[in-house]
Every structure is written in structure tokens, then in C-alpha cells.
């Protein structure tokens, strides 16, 4: 045991965030934590770094055990070079090198004693220095910058001139170099492309040490992790696997929870009319008969409904207008800002009910792509058209599409004028902005509130061809999940720039690799994408020619391969179907306990019972809510039986 945190809590203005947190972290383990934004994810990192105090608890950290920690923002200062700051971290091996070129000097001119206690001093540190691998680490850390994107040509760049996710990248590197006992990164990969993602997935996989994360890439949990620690409603839960296990296990923790808990209502609301039934025959057997049930009806502990997550976003994207079948062509686009290309002579179409996703690394030109579509740059060359009845809505990760000196209301009222105040409340509750919230200036607004607000305006867009630019950024697991759905039952066309392998995976029908300043065209997710890269590069360097653009799917094996790809789609399709289905019928068992709690209510009402016409009537409506209640039932079970 390396790290052990006991009964932690901790309150902020009297609501508990994290209540009676115990957990244990063993060596080499790697460790998610998760939960909705808000839950206390970071608040736990910083009291396990005693930068925040518990309320109750301890943390204890084994002897000798070194911790690093990754914040979310960094903020540092400095006028070293990306190198300079990097080379900060292997100062001992650096004083220890000093050391040894000063003994090489030494040596040369010493002899008898002197030159045998200068050797043997010598020997001590090119042992030590060889154990601290000082004669690599120099290519040590060029192999974390290059791994966390920076090119060979960034390295003397200052830190004082970097951006704010060029430093946590700096910062990461530094922890990455240090090699703690146990690190802790609060969402590490925010600031990276996909290609240093996956390098630094394969960097903490290999780590000797331990690896708390707090993350929302899925994907990236998926590859690393083998244990999720859940932070919800303020209790602490944890699950052994990945990420994708602890889903698994959560829905059906969640199902059997629900499936008790209705199975009881559904036993005592039977024994409950057993009883009035028992007692309607006023003869004295009967009566104590409905006694002795209502004892044993009284001794059962009431369970409660299962909570699902605190607040979740309820929006659906719909198109009243269907577009033409050519929905997007691109014809020769290029574009260069100064002596840099970003890409020459591209060309792509879009058919009317495509997915597609456009990933790539960081300033390769894909949010740009975006942005000559959306018109909000122009293009050096080339030109591109939409096809018939086709309708823009863009959704831009910089927010630049909001006004921050407008209220949230204001913002929603002004692009649509003809909504009532009532409607807008309606559209930005669904949104999780209620009562005042709605008057918060969007400059004031976190990137993940911003993110909400742009997603509201891109429902009520009524576009049928969505341009989005990185939508997850800033959304947490559950609200990804929600976005999933809307964008997978959207009849109308996408076409999106994300690093969200995860999001990629369940949303895209085909990928476009923007790379060496060209696209390559694959027909699939983001599993099928990399099936084929490697085939497709090793092919391009066979012959030695640039990758140009290509469908993947026209050689026989692709043709297979599209076909898997194809029944796994079918598969989840089917799945998240039979997801839904259960969802409706356990909302639809909710209305009609809420409705058949009415009807009972009604009836004990004195000018209810006291009219026999009133009395049948309400009567005639509680049996047919109760009717349908039982066939609901059977349905829900018959549903949770497939699902099983």
C-alpha cells in the first residue's frame, strides 16, 4: 500500500462533496477517478496534495513515498526555454556530471594516493550516474517533448510565450521526468492531440510507479486503468477493470437496484389491495386476515428508487428540412499562413446522413477546415458548394459564435426573437440554467457552461448539416454520452474535428485523416481507422510516394473488413435500442405510480367518496392507471430479459 485515504469529507457551503472517501492505492496499480463535473474529483487530488484540508479523515501516504501532481491549469513562469525548463527536473545528474569532468580534469594531473582516492570517487559516481541512466537523458527528454507534441524547432521557444495548454504540457512533461512514487493527473490529456494521447498512454502503462488519473477520455482510461474509483452523490465506490468495465457494472448495479426496487412497489401495492379488498368484506375472518398482512406489510423496509446522475442535459437534434443527397463538395482547397502550409489541393464530398469525423495533429490545419466552411476565413485556393436545402449549424470550440459582454438570456432571445421568455427558460433549463442562472454574462461562464450554451443554440438551429469543432471539450462523461445519442439518432449530417477517440468511435461513419497536408478517406470508426493505418502507411513508403486521398474500402480485404465493421454497427444500434426501450417503459412505470398516487389521493377526498358518481369514476381511472401499470411491468421485464 502506497497510498490510503480513510473517511474523507469535505463540505463547501454546507453541501457535502465528498462523504466517509476511503480507497487504497497499491503499487504499480494505474486508477481512474470519475464522476460529473462537480462531483469532487479534483477536490480529492488536492487533499491527497494537502492543498485543500479534509473535514474528517486522513490521508496516509507510505514512508519514503514520492507524489507528483498535474493540476488542471498551470500557470507557470519562467524565462527558460521548453529545454531549459524540462532539464530543470534532472538537476542531481547534472551537478553529478559537473563532478565527473571535474575529476577527469583532476586526475590528469594527480598521482600515488591522490590519484587512487580521486578513482575510486570517480567510480562511485559513473555508478550512480549510470544507475540515474545520466548518459540518456538527454534524449530522455527530447523523447517526452516530441511524445507531447512539441517539434525540435519549439524547444527554445520561452515558457513566458507559451499558451496556457503549451504549459500544462511543460508541466506534464517535468512530472513525467521526475518519476514519483504515485502521480496524479487531473485531466492530462486536454491540451494534446491524438498521437500524443496515444504515446502517453503507452508512457503510463509502462510507468513503474503508481497513476492516479482524473479524466473523461474514455479511451484513454480504457487503455490504461485497472481500477475506477466513482465519486457519486458524495460516496465513493470502487470498481476493478477499465473504464468500459466499470460502465458495464454501473448499468448493472444500477438495473438490479431498479428491478428490486420496482419488484417491491409492485409487492406492495398487491398487498396493499389485498387488504382493502380483505376489509371491503367487513366480516370478522376477513378482517383479521387483512390485519395480519398489513403486520407483515409493515415490516418490510421500504428500498429507494436508484438516483441516476444529479442533473443531466435533455435535448434532442432534429432537421425539419431534409437537404439534397450531395450535402458538401470540396474541390482543390488550400491554405498557408505565411511559410507554413497547412494542407494544398484538397478534395472531399458529403452524402446526406454522414457522420464525419476529421482528426488529425495539432496545427495540421483541421479546425481551419471548419472555419473556411463556415466562411469565417477564406480559402488560398479552391473552391467548395452545398448542395440543395442544406442548412449550416456550426458549433465552434472557441465559443467565438457567442457574444461574452450578453447575459445567457440575452444570447438565446436575440438570435431567436419570435421565443417567448417562458420558451427560452424552457430551452436553457434543459441546458441545467434555471432561475438566475439564465442572467449570467457568458464572459463570466465556464468553458464547459459555454459549451452548454452553444449546444442549446445549435438545437434550436434547426440545421441539417452540423459543422461542429471539438463539442466534448469540457463536457463531462455523462454529458458526452447524452451528445452521443443526440448526434446517433440525428437524421441530418455531421461533420466534426475531435480528439475524442471514444466520441469518434460512437458517432462516426467515416474518418478523414488530415495528414502531410492531405486527407485520407476511411470508410469506418475510429477501430476500423487504425486497423488500416498501418497498412496504408507502410504501403505509401513502399512506394515511396506522398499519401494521397484514397477510399480504403475499395481492396477486397477492406471490403471485410467494412462488412465486421458494418455488424458491429448493426450491434449497437440494436443495443442502444433495447437501451432506450427500457428507459421509456421505467419512465413510463414512473407517470403511472405518480398518476396512481393521484387517483388514491382523489379518493380520499371527502367530496369524492361521499358522491357515489365522482366515486366510480375515479375508481374506473385508478384501475385502468393500475392496468397499464402491470402491462408496463411485464414489458419492462420482458425488455430487461433480452437485454440480459
Known amino acids: 500500500m502506497l497510498l490510503s485515504c480513510s473517511n474523507i469529507e469535505k463540505a463547501f457551503d454546507r453541501k457535502t462533496i465528498l462523504s466517509k472517501c476511503s480507497f487504497v492505492a497499491n503499487e504499480h496499480e494505474k486508477i481512474?477517478?470519475?464522476?460529473?463535473?462537480?462531483?469532487?474529483?479534483?477536490?480529492?487530488?488536492?487533499?491527497?496534495?494537502?492543498?485543500?484540508?479534509?473535514?474528517?479523515?486522513?490521508?496516509?501516504?507510505?514512508?519514503?513515498?514520492?507524489?507528483?501532481?498535474?493540476?488542471?491549469?498551470?500557470?507557470?513562469s519562467s524565462e527558460n526555454s521548453i529545454y531549459e525548463e524540462l532539464l530543470t527536473v534532472k538537476k542531481d545528474i547534472l551537478e553529478m556530471e559537473h563532478k565527473m569532468r571535474s575529476l577527469e580534469l583532476q586526475m590528469k594531473s594527480l598521482?600515488?594516493?591522490?590519484?587512487?582516492?580521486?578513482?575510486?570517487?570517480?567510480?562511485?559516481?559513473?555508478?550512480?550516474?549510470?544507475?540515474?541512466?545520466?548518459?540518456?537523458?538527454?534524449?530522455?527528454?527530447?523523447?517526452?517533448?516530441?511524445?507531447?507534441?512539441?517539434?525540435?524547432?519549439?524547444?527554445?521557444?520561452?515558457?513566458?510565450s507559451l499558451s496556457g495548454g503549451q504549459k500544462t504540457r511543460v508541466s506534464l512533461g517535468k512530472l513525467l521526468l521526475s518519476k514519483p512514487d504515485i502521480i496524479l493527473l487531473d485531466e492530462p490529456t486536454n491540451h494534446l492531440d491524438i498521437g500524443s494521447i496515444t504515446w502517453l498512454e503507452t508512457y503510463l502503462s509502462n510507468y513503474h510507479g503508481t497513476v492516479i488519473i482524473v479524466s473523461h477520455d474514455r479511451y484513454f482510461l480504457d487503455k490504461i486503468v485497472s481500477k475506477v474509483i466513482e465519486i457519486d452523490h458524495g460516496a465513493v465506490t470502487v470498481f476493478k477493470g477499465n473504464y468500459t468495465d466499470y460502465a458495464e457494472k454501473k448499468a448493472m448495479l444500477r438495473d438490479a437496484q431498479l428491478r428490486q426496487y420496482i419488484n417491491q412497489q409492485r409487492e406492495i401495492k398487491h398487498q396493499e389491495?389485498?387488504?382493502?379488498?380483505?376489509?371491503?368484506?367487513?366480516?370478522?375472518?376477513?378482517?383479521?386476515?387483512?390485519?395480519?398482512?398489513?403486520?407483515?406489510?409493515d415490516k418490510i423496509e421500504p428500498l429507494e428508487r436508484p438516483e441516476g446522475p444529479d442533473k443531466t442535459m435533455r435535448f434532442r437534434l432534429e432537421p425539419p428540412v431534409l437537404s439534397g443527397n450531395d450535402v458538401l463538395k470540396v474541390e482543390g482547397l488550400s491554405k498557408s499562413f505565411g511559410n507554413l502550409t497547412l494542407f494544398s489541393n484538397l478534395n472531399f464530398e458529403i452524402k446526406r446522413g454522414e457522420k464525419v469525423a476529421i482528426i488529425g495533429n495539432n496545427g495540421t490545419g483541421k479546425t481551419t477546415i471548419l472555419k473556411i466552411l463556415n466562411e469565417v476565413l477564406l480559402p488560398d485556393s479552391g473552391t467548395f458548394q452545398l448542395g440543395s436545402k442544406v442548412k449550416i449549424g456550426y458549433y465552434d470550440?472557441?465559443?467565438?459564435?457567442?457574444?461574452?459582454?450578453?447575459?445567457?438570456?440575452?444570447?438565446?432571445?436575440?438570435?431567436?426573437?419570435?421565443?417567448?421568455?417562458?420558451?427560452?427558460?424552457?430551452?436553457?433549463?434543459?441546458?441545467?440554467?434555471t432561475g438566475e442562472d439564465v442572467f449570467k454574462c457568458i464572459g463570466d461562464l465556464s468553458g464547459g457552461?459555454?459549451?452548454?450554451?452553444?449546444?442549446?443554440k445549435l438545437m434550436l438551429s434547426e440545421a441539417n448539416f452540423l459543422i461542429l469543432d471539438e463539442p466534448t471539450n469540457h463536457l463531462d462523461i455523462n454529458s458526452k454520452e447524452i451528445l452521443e445519442?443526440?448526434?446517433?439518432?440525428?437524421?441530418?449530417?455531421?461533420?466534426?474535428?475531435?480528439?475524442?477517440?471514444y466520441f469518434i468511435n460512437r458517432t462516426a461513419t467515416r474518418i478523414l485523416e488530415l495528414e502531410y497536408q492531405n486527407l485520407t478517406s476511411y470508410s469506418g470508426d475510429y477501430d476500423y481507422y487504425l486497423e488500416k493505418h498501418d497498412h496504408l502507411s507502410a504501403l505509401a513508403k513502399e512506394s515511396a510516394e506522398p499519401i494521397t486521398q484514397m477510399e480504403?474500402?475499395?481492396?477486397?480485404?477492406?471490403?471485410?473488413?467494412?462488412?465486421?465493421?458494418?455488424?458491429?454497427?448493426?450491434?449497437q444500434a440494436r443495443k442502444r435500442k433495447l437501451e432506450n426501450d427500457i428507459k421509456k417503459a421505467e419512465d413510463e412505470i414512473?407517470?403511472?405510480?405518480?398518476?396512481?398516487?393521484?387517483?388514491?389521493e382523489e379518493l380520499s377526498k371527502e367530496e369524492v367518496y361521499s358522491d357515489p358518481g365522482k366515486c366510480l369514476e375515479v375508481q374506473k381511472s385508478l384501475d385502468q392507471a393500475t392496468s397499464r401499470l402491470e402491462e408496463w411491468y411485464e414489458t419492462w421485464e420482458d425488455l430487461c430479459s433480452q437485454q440480459e
Open 32 to 76: 481512474a477517478i470519475v464522476g460529473i463535473n462537480g462531483a469532487g474529483k479534483s477536490t480529492l487530488l488536492k487533499i491527497i496534495m494537502k492543498e485543500l484540508p479534509a473535514d474528517r479523515g486522513e490521508v496516509i501516504l507510505a514512508k519514503d513515498t514520492t507524489i507528483g501532481y498535474l493540476a488542471q491549469h498551470q500557470d507557470v
Open 111 to 160: 598521482s600515488g594516493e591522490e590519484l587512487d582516492a580521486a578513482l575510486k570517487s570517480y567510480t562511485n559516481l559513473t555508478h550512480q550516474f549510470e544507475l540515474k541512466n545520466g548518459y540518456a537523458y538527454q534524449s530522455e527528454i527530447t523523447g517526452v517533448l516530441k511524445g507531447l507534441g512539441f517539434q525540435e524547432d519549439e524547444f527554445k521557444k520561452t515558457i513566458s
Open 273 to 297: 389491495a389485498v387488504i382493502e379488498k380483505l376489509r371491503s368484506f367487513n366480516r370478522e375472518k376477513s378482517i383479521r386476515r387483512a390485519e395480519s398482512r398489513q403486520k407483515m406489510l
Open 397 to 433: 470550440q472557441e465559443h467565438h459564435v457567442l457574444n461574452m459582454e450578453k447575459t445567457i438570456f440575452e444570447e438565446i432571445s436575440d438570435a431567436y426573437p419570435n421565443m417567448t421568455n417562458t420558451q427560452i427558460r424552457n430551452v436553457l433549463a434543459a441546458f441545467l440554467f
Open 449 to 456: 457552461e459555454r459549451g452548454r450554451v452553444s449546444l442549446a
Open 485 to 501: 445519442d443526440a448526434l446517433n439518432d440525428y437524421t441530418g449530417t455531421v461533420l466534426f474535428v475531435s480528439h475524442d477517440r
Open 552 to 571: 480504403t474500402d475499395k481492396s477486397s480485404s477492406a471490403s471485410s473488413s467494412k462488412a465486421d465493421w458494418q455488424n458491429r454497427k448493426e450491434e
Open 590 to 600: 414512473s407517470k403511472l405510480e405518480e398518476e396512481i398516487e393521484k387517483w388514491n
